[in-house]
Nanobody, 120 residues
Framework: QVQLVASGGGLVQPGGSLTLSCTAS????????MKWFRQAPGKERELVAG????????DYADSVKGRFTISRDNAKSTFYLQMNILKPEDTAVYYC?????????????WGQGTQVTVSS
């Protein structure tokens, strides 16, 4: 069965960095765009970043452009979200997803979340 397992979340101070990972199984990873979403308490789910199948196309939410970088390693069926210059408003549960166009909110599969908390 399809699994998307996210990891790497934690508590970080404002201005700090974290790297999230999501390892996929149960489907042909290199055939699918991959995405990171996030949801903070009381807020709507937000598409943070998406990456195309070859890793040469990416799209970002305006709120994270210039600070976050999405990447993938098709040989490892894993993709990443490098988060720099973190702000308190980045605090959320981050979810990985697979499928759809890399720039769209559509997806075929959804993984479990990892909590990111930015606080001093």
């Amino acid at each position: 069965q399809v699994q998307l397992v996210a990891s790497g979340g934690g508590l970080v101070q404002p201005g700090g960095s974290l790297t999230l990972s999501c390892t996929a199984s149960g489907f042909i990873f290199s055939n699918y765009a991959m995405k990171w979403f996030r949801q903070a308490p009381g807020k709507e789910r937000e598409l943070v970043a998406g990456i195309g199948v070859f890793g040469d196309s990416a799209d970002y939410a305006d709120s994270v452009k210039g600070r976050f970088t999405i990447s993938r390693d098709n040989a490892k069926s894993t993709f990443y979200l490098q988060m720099n210059i973190l702000k308190p408003e980045d605090t959320a549960v981050y979810y990985c997803a697979a499928g759809g166009q890399f720039y769209s909110r559509n997806y075929d599969w959804w993984g479990q979340g990892t909590q990111v908390t930015v606080s001093s």
